[in-house]
């Protein structure tokens, strides 16, 4: 694995760049439930008003973006667009006073800054592609960067908050903003942009369904760890008995070994194929999410985290790589796609978690988390005759 001092500058200013804004967004989005209930006073079930009309924003702004770097458009204006709409999101949250003014004003601006990270990694693979970088291996990088921030960034806002209360974390937010937009403007330079000959889209613009069929895996994924984030702990403290410090450890050793993994799976897709090591994942995901249930002890926990952990960092190493690569003409819409299968997965699982709970019990939401990377495991299987572009480099 290359290490970091081996990088390029432009890589390494690229891959702060991808953390800032990670950070950032890390620091609003796991707080905004709780925001909305506590600190405006709002129902729970009000919460869904705010995430049902972000996500679908968030979905077409995406899609929006990865259009227009495929047709040319500069980096530089499509991310700027992005750091200042979050600006402009952190700076209205200290002056939020209801849930109508969070709809409308925020919602829409937080589905604008959603869509910097995959402009991000669009540019990354961009300028690797036109320097002759190893692009696997480059995402890597760039996928861990986003899993530290996202080890910080929740932390810390919800640290804030119980010290100093909202405003402090979002005046912190607003802070990390700041250094982003200053990053946005000297890391990217100005001219850059795609250098394909790339068809606007029209009517007689194929659908890939490769490409989709590679979303669709990530999206199971995506939906296991969904459901056991938001479910895991009310599971571990109410059903089980465990301490209540349980969840945040199960949490801090999936994250700290999710970071080494995402490494290694650069080197074992070398070994034995991207595919392999996705139905690897999706195994261990299964497997994790099944043993998660029969835990009653703290060690229990941990000792399964650590299998979790491995899971996610396998799928987190190469999935954007695997999703890519089905693309290679088009890597903006790929990464547009690929990102939002991460949103869909998350506002799928983040939704269905609470029907299933009340339904019939947390336990059981672990086990439709199983069954979803079983889904992705069988997909997989199915479409092992399904490749990539020849013309793509694979590892």
Same mark, same amino acid.
Request: net charge positive.
């Given at each position: 694995?290359?290490?970091?001092?081996?990088? #390029? +500058?432009?890589?390494?200013?690229?891959?702060?760049?991808?953390?800032?804004?990670?950070?950032?967004?890390?620091?609003?989005?796991?707080?905004? %439930?709780?925001?909305?209930?506590?600190? *405006?006073?709002?129902?729970?079930?009000?919460?869904?008003?705010?995430?049902?009309?972000?996500? #679908?924003?968030?979905? *077409?702004?995406? +899609?929006?973006?990865?259009? +227009? *770097?495929?047709?040319?458009?500069?980096?530089?204006?499509?991310?700027?667009?992005?750091?200042?709409?979050?600006?402009?999101? =952190?700076?209205?949250?200290?002056?939020?006073?209801?849930?109508?003014?969070?709809?409308?004003?925020?919602?829409?601006?937080?589905?604008? &800054?959603?869509?910097?990270?995959? &402009?991000?990694?669009?540019?990354?693979?961009?300028?690797?592609?036109?320097?002759?970088?190893?692009?696997?291996?480059?995402?890597?990088?760039? +996928?861990?960067?986003? %899993?530290?921030?996202?080890?910080?960034?929740?932390?810390?806002?919800? %640290?804030? /908050?119980?010290?100093?209360?909202?405003? $402090?974390?979002?005046?912190?937010?607003?802070?990390?903003?700041?250094?982003?937009?200053?990053?946005?403007?000297?890391?990217?330079?100005?001219?850059?942009?795609?250098?394909?000959?790339?068809?606007?889209?029209?009517?007689?613009?194929?659908?890939?369904?490769?490409?989709?069929?590679?979303?669709? @895996?990530?999206?199971?994924?995506?939906? =296991?760890?969904?459901?056991? /984030?938001? $479910?895991? #702990?009310?599971?571990? /403290?109410?059903? =089980?008995?465990?301490?209540?410090?349980?969840?945040?450890?199960?949490?801090?050793?999936?994250?700290?070994?999710?970071?080494?993994? @995402?490494?290694?799976?650069?080197?074992?897709?070398?070994?034995?194929?991207?595919?392999?090591?996705?139905?690897?994942?999706?195994?261990?995901?299964?497997?994790?999410?099944?043993?998660?249930?029969?835990?009653?002890?703290?060690?229990?926990?941990?000792?399964?985290?650590?299998?979790?952990?491995?899971?996610?960092?396998?799928?987190?190493? @190469?999935?954007?790589?695997?999703?890519?690569?089905?693309?290679?003409?088009?890597?903006?819409?790929? &990464?547009? @796609?690929?990102?939002?299968? *991460?949103?869909?997965?998350?506002?799928?699982?983040?939704?269905?978690?609470?029907?299933?709970?009340?339904?019939?019990?947390?336990?059981?939401?672990?086990?439709? $988390?199983?069954?979803?990377?079983?889904?992705?495991?069988? /997909?997989?299987?199915?479409?092992?005759?399904?490749?990539?572009?020849?013309?793509?480099?694979?590892?």
């Amino acid at each position: 694995m290359v290490s970091i001092a081996q990088l #390029p +500058r432009q890589v390494l200013l690229i891959l702060l760049l991808q953390f800032t804004n990670s950070l950032g967004v890390s620091a609003l989005i796991p707080l905004m %439930s709780f925001f909305i209930v506590e600190g *405006l006073g709002a129902e729970p079930w009000q919460v869904g008003l705010y995430t049902g009309l972000l996500m #679908p924003m968030t979905l *077409l702004a995406n +899609r929006w973006a990865g259009e +227009r *770097l495929d047709q040319g458009f500069r980096v530089k204006r499509l991310l700027l667009v992005s750091i200042c709409a979050f600006t402009t999101v =952190t700076a209205l949250l200290t002056q939020v006073s209801s849930l109508v003014m969070l709809i409308f004003l925020v919602a829409p601006l937080m589905s604008l &800054t959603n869509m910097g990270s995959g &402009t991000i990694f669009t540019f990354c693979r961009l300028y690797s592609e036109r320097n002759d970088l190893d692009i696997t291996r480059i995402n890597s990088w760039l +996928r861990m960067t986003v %899993s530290l921030a996202w080890m910080i960034g929740p932390a810390a806002s919800f %640290s804030l /908050v119980s010290h100093y209360g909202f405003s $402090a974390a979002f005046g912190a937010a607003f802070a990390v903003s700041l250094v982003y937009l200053v990053l946005g403007t000297t890391v990217v330079p100005g001219s850059f942009r795609s250098a394909r000959k790339s068809k606007a889209r029209d009517e007689h613009d194929p659908i890939n369904w490769k490409l989709l069929i590679a979303a669709l @895996i990530c999206l199971g994924f995506i939906i =296991t760890n969904t459901l056991f /984030v938001s $479910a895991m #702990p009310l599971f571990f /403290v109410q059903e =089980t008995g465990l301490p209540g410090s349980t969840p945040g450890f199960s949490l801090s050793v999936k994250c700290l070994v999710e970071v080494f993994v @995402i490494f290694g799976s650069v080197r074992l897709a070398e070994w034995i194929g991207t595919r392999q090591v996705l139905l690897l994942a999706a195994c261990l995901a299964a497997s994790s999410m099944i043993l998660f249930t029969q835990v009653t002890e703290l060690w229990h926990v941990i000792a399964v985290s650590v299998l979790e952990g491995t899971y996610y960092g396998l799928f987190a190493g @190469i999935s954007i790589t695997f999703v890519q690569s089905f693309a290679p003409d088009r890597p903006g819409r790929a &990464t547009a @796609i690929y990102m939002n299968s *991460l949103f869909l997965g998350g506002m799928i699982g983040s939704v269905s978690m609470g029907f299933i709970a009340s339904a019939l019990d947390f336990k059981a939401v672990l086990y439709v $988390a199983a069954a979803s990377s079983v889904a992705a495991f069988t /997909v997989l299987l199915a479409t092992m005759k399904v490749q990539p572009d020849p013309a793509e480099k694979q590892v």
